[in-house]
């Protein structure tokens, strides 16, 4: 069999292979030799075993990836798959096992941190893909629901969380042909993740007789997951924010060696076990596994709750692989949402378009049918009302006719949810689109729309402000706010100003009677201390508490003025790019500080709330530690005129001329053409 690899000007691999199988074995030994530390880490957090190279600071992930039984559920959906499916998957990992030497000789982390690769199991793809989506699911915000309840009782949950105007997220758009240069539809958006270091997405070309795909990839899982081009067809995610993830509150009991747990028919039996985390420098540290009839139990502290966690893909032992191949090989909008039926966790709201000129929204993935009350809060496991009733809800579709956005709204998640972030981004992307001259919408025009930095929650703010009566040099802080338009250019003053007011008013709402029994600690494992963190999530919902101050008893004019008054006593200095930083977050961050290779400090404009989602943490941080991972513009009228970018580069090696060399178009939201010319790539022999 011939299996090449070219390369274009960014060292993105286009691989060619004359068999699909072949075809992922090369996709996972390039996949090993250009981020040979991604793959190794990913899979230590699967398996729960971080702490062996990194001490004691990785055993708190560890005892959560064991208690969830991440690498076990991969490994039956593995069992699970039909054969096709599963001689794929392992003839990637065959890849990548071929790949790891080499790939971990040139990266810094296996050099610096002295330890080598272990070798990935058939099963291996699946749990990489479960680890990285398990939290991005909403359970652990059940959590911080919880503790809402708790102490304002459950009225107040809505009043914090009914519409998450600061909450970041992707986009996701499409245009029929009729507004399209081309011709035919186009659909273009971007993905909002934690800024990993290097980045989640590896940006890659398969081809092989069967089909010819660009797209990115999740590094460490075959095929194009998310985002693809496969030139007769394109698609596109964003996150639907349905809630298909349940925290049950359990009851346990013990009689010498059997455990029970309290179930809707009493008390069922528990399977548990023991096992060892081995610990770098340390002892090893024993974690205990009881599995109930809901699910594992993956919060069990002394002086707190006993909890589990149900979802779909513990449940079917189905991690939705089954629509992997079927992607690539999908030729049209039907052939896409044949394959996205297999679909199964994160439930995303998709974007189709073919060169038949069809283009369709559809939400993908498995919402299981339950209480109202399951989607709040963890539910008490004995009740029969909140057990699951097997039924997975219908989950809808539409045919665009003209243009459409998503943007992690209700309007584009299907109704499948509770809370979503506020329709401020889709709407701003729709009312661009509208303004297009017909036949003008292309690569550079999705551009534009890319780097639109109005902040929706900006525009809000400087209404607030022009109704409060101050004077002095709160006044002048005042007056400049009143003038600016909302932009958050990296060379704005005002938009630095109002980030500074924003951090005071989060601080005069922490001090408020309303609010002061937030601050009452939760005993919960450190894995949730960030969704927990009273300043953060009162930061992420200052648009709604805002919008209620009045229901939730607080003086918002006050507030308004006091934190005017604190931002003129002490003024900051410089723009808004001079403290909206990105801050990357490498796999080592926090757990061995000495091992982390030197990451880019990229002055950014944009700002939560923005398209431009560059994420800051209002109450935390100005730094941007969330954004795009992704973006991208699918052209069906011709392919090589689509575009595309992601932060950093292809590459994971800091020896690579590639590990660095989008970072700057990223960063100043332009995209980069996509070569599919193979006379323009070059052969990598």
């Not at 961050?589 to 994420?615: E, I, K, S, W, Y």
Request: proline content about 7%; hydrophobic content about 40%; charged content about 25%.
């Amino acid at each position: 069999m011939v299996a090449e690899v070219f390369r274009d000007p960014w060292g993105i691999p286009h691989l060619r292979a004359d068999s699909v199988d072949e075809l992922a074995r090369l996709q996972g030994r390039i996949a090993a030799t250009d981020r040979a530390w991604q793959l190794e880490w990913n899979r230590r957090r699967a398996e729960g075993r971080t702490a062996e190279v990194v001490g004691s600071a990785g055993v708190t992930f560890d005892r959560f990836a064991r208690r969830a039984r991440i690498d076990e559920t991969a490994r039956r959906g593995f069992d699970r798959l039909d054969p096709r499916t599963r001689n794929w998957c392992t003839a990637y990992v065959d890849g990548v096992n071929d790949g790891l030497d080499a790939g971990a000789a040139g990266a810094y982390e296996f050099v610096s941190l002295e330890i080598g690769p272990g070798r990935w199991q058939p099963w291996t793809p699946l749990a990489v893909f479960a680890v990285q989506q398990l939290l991005f699911g909403g359970f652990p915000y059940k959590l911080w629901r919880r503790h809402i309840d708790q102490r304002l009782g459950q009225g107040a949950i809505g009043l914090l969380e009914s519409a998450i105007e600061d909450s970041p997220g992707s986009n996701a758009w499409a245009v029929t042909g009729d507004r399209a240069r081309g011709g035919l539809p186009m659909i273009a958006g971007d993905s909002h993740r934690t800024m990993d270091f290097p980045g989640v997405y590896q940006q890659v070309r398969l081809a092989c007789p069967e089909f010819d795909v660009i797209g990115f990839s999740f590094p460490g899982v075959p095929g194009i997951q998310h985002f693809g081009h496969a030139g007769e067809v394109a698609w596109a995610i964003t996150n639907a924010m349905a809630d298909y993830q349940d925290l049950f509150l359990e009851e346990l009991r013990a009689d010498g060696d059997q455990l029970s747990a309290r179930g809707p028919d009493g008390w069922r039996p528990v399977r548990h076990s023991e096992e060892l985390i081995m610990v770098r420098g340390g002892e090893p540290v024993p974690v205990k596994i009881n599995i109930t009839e809901r699910g594992p139990v993956i919060i069990d502290e002394p002086d707190g709750p006993t909890i589990s966690l149900r979802t779909p893909s513990q449940v079917e032992a189905d991690l939705g692989f089954g629509a992997l191949l079927p992607l690539l090989r999908a030729r049209t909008v039907d052939d896409v949402t044949a394959a996205l039926s297999h679909w199964v966790e994160p439930v995303n709201s998709a974007l189709i378009a073919d060169r038949a000129g069809a283009v369709r929204h559809l939400i993908a993935g498995r919402v299981p049918i339950r209480d109202d009350r399951n989607l709040d809060v963890p539910v008490p496991a004995w009740d029969p009302r909140h057990a699951w009733t097997g039924d997975y809800a219908q989950v809808p579709y539409d045919e665009v006719t003209d243009l459409t956005a998503n943007g992690n709204d209700r309007a584009s998640g299907g109704g499948l949810g509770r809370y979503y972030a506020s329709d401020w981004r889709a709407t701003r992307i729709r009312r661009r689109l509208g303004a297009l001259p017909p036949r003008s919408a292309d690569a550079e025009a999705m551009s534009i729309i890319h780097r639109d930095v109005r902040s929706g929650p900006g525009g809000r703010a400087v209404e607030l402000i022009r109704a409060a009566e101050v004077d002095g040099p709160a006044k002048l802080i005042k007056d400049e706010l009143v003038d600016w338009d909302a932009e958050m250019t990296a060379d704005s003053r005002p938009a630095l100003l109002y980030a500074a007011w924003r951090e005071a008013m989060i601080d005069w709402l922490l001090e408020q009677p309303a609010l002061a029994r937030l601050h009452d600690p939760d005993p919960l494992p450190a894995l949730y201390d960030a969704v927990m963190n009273v300043p953060y999530r009162i930061g992420s919902s200052f648009d709604t508490i805002c919008a209620n101050a009045d229901r939730l008893g607080l003086d918002l004019n006050a507030g308004v003025v006091s934190a005017l008054e604190a931002v003129a006593a002490d003024p900051p200095h410089g723009t808004w790019g001079d403290v909206h930083r990105l801050s990357a977050v490498h796999a080592l961050t926090d757990l061995a500080d000495d091992h982390v290779p030197p990451m880019p400090q990229t002055r950014l404009a944009g700002d939560t709330g923005c398209v431009f989602c560059t994420h800051s943490s209002p109450g935390i941080s100005h730094e941007c530690s969330f954004a795009s991972v992704t973006r991208y513009a699918w052209d069906l009228s011709d392919r090589s005129a689509s575009r595309w970018v992601v932060p950093f580069g292809s590459s994971g090696r800091p020896d690579s001329p590639h590990h660095l060399d989008q970072h700057g178009s990223w960063a100043r939201g332009e995209l980069l053409p996509v070569i599919t010319d193979w006379a323009q790539l070059i052969k990598e022999e």
